[in-house]
């Protein structure tokens, strides 16, 4: 069986009540910058560089922070994702759009005042540590913060442009009390909730999340939530071992190749997009389906993984729907493998931005 359908009758009543929100025509791509972007007071970016006409690709120096020696979270990517960019002229420094770091109001559209005190003063007992993967240190603190603002800013910016990339974030793990799996606070969660609080009437949110673990986090925070569909295709026996509800769950068995797993999304991603209309989309490209990832069992290739997120944000744009992405996870030791591989999504982008005349 390639795929199952995790409680198909449920999620068919949740989405029927989720059209209700999908009567507005969808704007063109031509349109997207006098139009989709009007609500929005200003950037959350320390620098912003609205003369430039290029992809926007938002990124931090100070989206890393220290860890124990030989720690299996490799957050070396972060910078080398930029350096290789750059390094193959796939981008120019014009085009980096530097975030804010997400302040405690923002945070708190998602993550409980309790948790958010325990986790920038340093309360973090050794159990939830644990529960993170993380040894708790200021450091971390602002990192996570600075993700997160990495992804708001890739959104508002998205929503002006037609497309933005930033090279962090898909922290998709981390519930409204408490951080798991790497994941301290929830990017996408955060961004998605910020955004329909200043609007009127709220957006609406699709989250495409094809990491190759379920977004457990994100589906929980929004499971009431009428205008965020949460759309997740993920390895069913991988991590969380207890999987979350989200609108759309694909569960895929391991060892799925490139051919399978690309007629998967296809089959429902322009089906969603046509329902739900959304008004904006945050893709989670986590290039962990890959079959050298040291935590995927999936067996996806690098070309697989490129005519993924290609298919995506043309798929996406091509509706004149705005897409901001986030790099999601990936393992692997070697960390400038690693990096190039996550920068698959801005070369996929740029392509994407070039054909489209965006």
Sequence with gaps: MLHSYSGLTSVREMTCIKLIFSQRPCLKVGRLVAAAFTS???????LVTRESGALPIIHHSKYVCDLPPNHRFP?????????FLIKDQVITEKQVWV??????????????????????????????????????????????????GGTVLAAEVALQRGLACSTAGGTHHAFPSYGSGFCLLNDLAVAAKYLM????????????????????????????????????????KNFPLRKQQSDLDISVEDGL??????????????????????????????V???????????????????????????????????????????????IDK????????????????RECGM
């Excluded at 067996?299 to 043309?314: E, N, S």
């Excluded at 690693?338 to 931005?353: C, G, K, N, P, Y």
Aim: proline share 5%.
């Design 99 to 148: 975030p804010e770091i997400a302040s405690k109001d923002i945070l708190g559209c998602v993550h409980t005042a309790e948790y958010l005190d325990s986790f920038i003063n340093g309360k973090i007992n050794e159990q939830e540590q644990r529960r993170t993967g993380f040894p708790w240190s200021e450091g971390l603190v602002r990192r996570c913060r600075y993700e997160t």
């Design 338 to 353: 690693l990096a190039l591989r996550h920068s698959m999504v801005h070369r996929a982008a740029t392509q994407v931005w």
């Design 197 to 236: 609080g200043i609007s009127s009437p709220k957006r609406r949110i699709l989250i495409v999340d094809l990491d190759v673990h379920q977004g457990d986090g994100t589906a929980f925070i929004f499971k009431d939530e009428p205008c965020v569909f949460t759309f997740s295709v993920h390895c069913g």
């Design 40 to 46: 929005c007071r200003r950037f959350h970016g320390e």
């Design 288 to 334: 962990d389906p890959h079959w050298e990832d040291e935590l995927g069992r999936l067996r996806l290739t690098d070309q697989g993984l490129y005519q993924r997120d290609l298919y995506v944000m043309k798929t996406v744009v091509s509706r004149g729907v705005p897409v901001a992405t986030v790099i999601g996870g990936g393992y692997t030791k070697d």
């Design 75 to 83: 957050m070396g990517k972060f910078p080398r994702v930029l350096h």
């Design 257 to 286: 190749e490139d051919k399978e797993y690309l007629s998967t999304v296809a089959a429902h991603l322009p089906w969603l997009l046509e329902t739900f209309r959304p008004d904006l989309v945050l893709y989670d490209a986590g």
